[in-house]
């Protein structure tokens, strides 16, 4: 990304890929790896707190804790799965959303302000290593190995003729495309919010402190009203592909679970 140049000689570089290589902390521990720690002691933390002594009428911890569990429960897993084997998998969604929630809620949290899904080994990690096992294993340990791969590259109803080009096009999307998609989805979100929120802000802040021209000082307060703006509508967008990845997650179970497509 070129730097921009002001009649007055100051350079603007707007910030790139070169923002999230963050140096270690200490040792080999970058703070993307702190904050990803933090997120798991914060959600256990909390919700061992809020349920301690539940009560019939809850309290505002309680209330807040049970809201999400529900909506994990409810709203994600029962949806996709089905009523008939979706409680066994209710705690892996569960933790799916509050985990990925909470770390890309981070992006927009005074301080810390960097969204750990941004890193792409982490969402990665997350979908080939939990997610992409889990499916196929419950898929297979349902239908036998012989009957799930029949029943997902050579469902009944399709014709012969075009069956060979079928099945190599869900063997594709089935075993590499879902995996690596369901990570970038909640990488290229996450990278691409925090990347233009730094360049709104520091934009702002560079109009209003290297520039000599009255003229240009005032696009700050524009620069930063938009910086405003987009952190709330990233907030929205953190929450939404928490959402994305929890539900597509419960998708691919309920999926591979299924008797028939």
Same mark, same amino acid.
């Given at each position: 990304m070129a730097a921009l140049v002001l009649t007055e000689g100051a350079t603007f570089a707007p910030p790139g890929a070169e923002s999230f290589e963050l140096p270690p902390l200490f040792g080999f521990v970058t703070k993307p790896m702190l904050l990803v720690v933090l997120s798991v002691i914060i959600i256990a933390g909390y919700f061992l707190l809020a349920t301690r002594k539940l009560k019939v009428v809850p309290t505002k911890g309680q209330f807040v804790a049970e809201g999400i569990y529900d909506f994990a429960r409810n709203n994600i897993a029962r949806e996709?799965? *089905?009523s008939k084997d979706f409680q066994r998998f209710v705690p892996v969604i569960f933790a799916l959303f509050t985990f990925i929630l909470l770390n890309n &809620? @981070? %992006?927009?949290i005074p301080f810390l302000q960097f969204p !750990?899904? =941004?890193r792409f080994g982490f969402p990665i990690a997350l979908s080939v290593l939990v997610v992409y096992p889990m499916y196929h294993y419950v898929g297979i340990k349902k239908h036998g190995l012989g009957g799930y791969f029949k029943? #997902? /590259?050579a469902p009944a109803g399709v014709p012969g003729a075009v069956l060979p080009l079928y099945a190599l096009i869900e063997f594709a999307e089935k075993f590499f495309l879902n995996p690596l998609t369901l990570a970038i989805r909640v990488f290229a =979100?996450?990278?691409a919010g925090h990347l233009i929120l730094a360049v709104? !802000? &520091? %934009? *702002?802040?560079? /109009? /209003? !402190? #290297?520039t000599s021209s009255i003229a240009l000082k005032p696009v700050s307060l524009v620069a930063w009203i938009f910086a405003i703006g987009l952190t709330f509508l990233e907030a929205f967008i953190q929450c939404l592909? =928490? @959402?994305i990845f929890a539900l597509l997650s419960a998708g691919y179970i309920g999926a591979a679970l299924a008797s028939e497509h």
């Open positions: 996709q799965i *089905g &809620l @981070y %992006g927009v !750990t899904m =941004a029943k #997902e /590259l =979100a996450m990278f709104f !802000t &520091l %934009g *702002g802040s560079f /109009l /209003l !402190t #290297e592909q =928490a @959402y």
